[in-house]
């Protein structure tokens, strides 16, 4: 999947905001030609257009320009039929192809994973067997090494610095855990479907200790996502936004380029709610999905907690990768 710092203003190269008027353009150039369309201007060039167009010289020549952006596909009749609306639609940050393209790799990031479950993932013979707490550090240990294998067949990941790779994963960790529960427990009533079969209940007497995450996996996760009829789609792009954070502690000098993957991620999820869903309602949709954030992001912190009690009081098998991904270091946490 081409990455998002290739989507460049095929005018000036710029980076592009999304698809106006028929070429994939930046800001600037699609103002600079919906302003010379309305108001009619007529330009000349002094050098007999040749002059260079690049995101430092595109001011230089308003002829070159814009027999540029003509050449890159934008259409005149494009902003001749455009209304005029108090509150404007804002413009698609991608063309609908692309977005669905970035949806399929997000797909196939996890359908790749599933080749893998037969060997990381031994399952009860006894479905909705209660589980006990070796089964809940098992499922754990489980969907960590699944989370890791997921990120990798990510191209907008695997093109990070291993130190920023690192910084995220151990951010996003908790909250993968918490994500995966809700989604894959939407079946069920009352209870989180572990990954070996086995059911937690909301009020398990044999793991008290998560009870509380439990109860609220249930509560505000996999009963709204059932509600919704949440799809595969709708599930990894919240896994995607939830993974590239720009505010997580070490990544700092890619901040930008993770905040860019993200809006691609969202602008993606967004055409794809455009989709499925009638389009009266595909605002409040979009903005119930989004709201699973919050509540994803306080239960992966209490999971944590729990995480480093039962660590601190021998009361479960917390493992080198869990310590490594959920407990890093006493001086980090999970971004807010």
């Known amino acids: 999947m081409q990455s998002c710092e290739a989507l460049n203003c095929a005018i000036c190269g710029d980076h592009a905001t ?5 070429a994939i353009s930046c800001d600037g150039c699609k103002g600079f030609f919906r302003r010379t369309v309305r108001k009619r201007h007529a330009y000349t060039c002094r050098f007999e257009h040749a002059c260079v167009v690049d995101k430092d010289h595109r001011n230089v020549c308003r002829r070159c320009r814009f027999d540029q952006c003509l050449r890159s596909g934008m259409k005149r009749e494009a902003v001749q039929n455009e209304r005029d609306r108090i ?3 804002r413009s698609q940050p991608i063309d609908r192809s692309y977005s669905e393209a970035y949806i399929d790799a997000l797909l196939k990031a996890e359908r790749a994973t599933h080749s893998l479950r037969a060997t990381v993932i031994t399952r009860t013979a006894d479905a909705r067997r209660i589980a006990t707490t070796f089964d ?3 499922s754990m240990h489980q969907q960590l090494i699944l989370m890791v294998e997921w990120a990798k067949n990510l191209n907008q990941f695997i093109n990070l610095p291993m130190n920023v790779q690192i910084a995220l994963l151990r951010n996003f960790s908790a909250q993968h855990l918490v994500i995966c ?3 894959r427990s939407m079946h069920v009533q009352d209870a989180i479907w ?3 079969d086995s059911c937690l209940h909301r009020d398990a007497p044999a793991v008290p200790d998560v009870n509380q ?3 609220r996996i249930v509560d505000h996760l996999t009963q709204p996502m059932r509600c919704l009829h949440m799809d595969e789609s709708e599930y990894v792009s919240m896994k995607a936004v939830a993974l590239f954070d720009p505010l997580v502690k070490g990544v700092e000098n890619y901040s930008t380029t993770i905040e860019r993957i993200r809006q691609q991620v969202l602008c993606a999820l967004e055409n794809h709610v455009t989709k499925v869903s009638p389009y009266r309602d595909m605002p409040q949709r979009l903005a119930k999905l989004l709201l699973l954030l919050p509540p994803i992001l306080a239960i992966a912190r209490d999971l944590v907690e729990d995480v480093q009690l039962c660590k601190l009081f021998g009361l479960a098998n917390v493992d080198s990768l869990m310590q490594e991904l959920l ?3 006493d001086t980090e946490s999970i971004s807010s």
Do not use: I, M, Q, R
Request: hydrophobic letters at 35%.
């Open 181 to 183: 529960a809700g989604f």
């Open 136 to 138: 809940v550090s098992e």
């Open 18 to 22: 999304g698809k106006h008027y028929g």
């Open 213 to 215: 995450v439990a109860s």
């Open 327 to 329: 407990l890093p270091d």
């Open 194 to 196: 572990l990954t070996n």
């Open 87 to 89: 509150v404007s639609h």
